[in-house]
């Protein structure tokens, strides 16, 4: 059974940064995507960046392109989002997510993923 486990959640002011880790275990993740969605109260939960765990391409959604930052490490089984430059409207809950797929399509809406962590506090204050 897949197990995701986030971490590095906070409180930070605005423009200051915050790294978020997502440790995966229960599964080998060569076809899987991990990513980042966030949930705002009152919003849905949102994309906001994935890897694919074979090869490292890396996707951004445009709210957070130049900003953020994806990374895994394989040997580790690990993914971090570095999260730079926040802004107030970066608060929100942050999940890991991890999508089986045999293709190199990314899906961004969050019932096509497969599995969740129990998500990560972060807030930014103005």
């Known amino acids: 059974q897949v197990q995701l486990v986030e971490s590095g959640g906070g409180l930070v002011q605005a423009g200051g940064s915050l790294r978020l880790s997502c440790a995966a275990s229960g599964r080998t993740f060569s076809r899987y995507f991990m990513g980042w969605f966030r949930q705002a109260p009152g919003k849905e939960r949102e994309f906001v960046s994935a890897?694919?765990?074979?090869?490292?391409?890396?996707y951004y959604a445009e709210s957070v392109r130049g900003r953020f930052a994806i990374s895994r490490d394989t040997a580790m089984n690990t993914v971090w989002l570095q999260m730079n430059s926040l802004k107030p409207e970066d608060t929100a809950v942050y999940y890991c997510g991890a999508r089986y797929t045999g293709s190199i399509v990314l899906r961004t809406r969050a019932h096509d993923w497969d599995y969740w962590g129990q998500g990560t506090q972060v807030t930014v204050s103005s």
């Open positions: 890897i694919r765990w074979s090869g490292g391409s890396t």
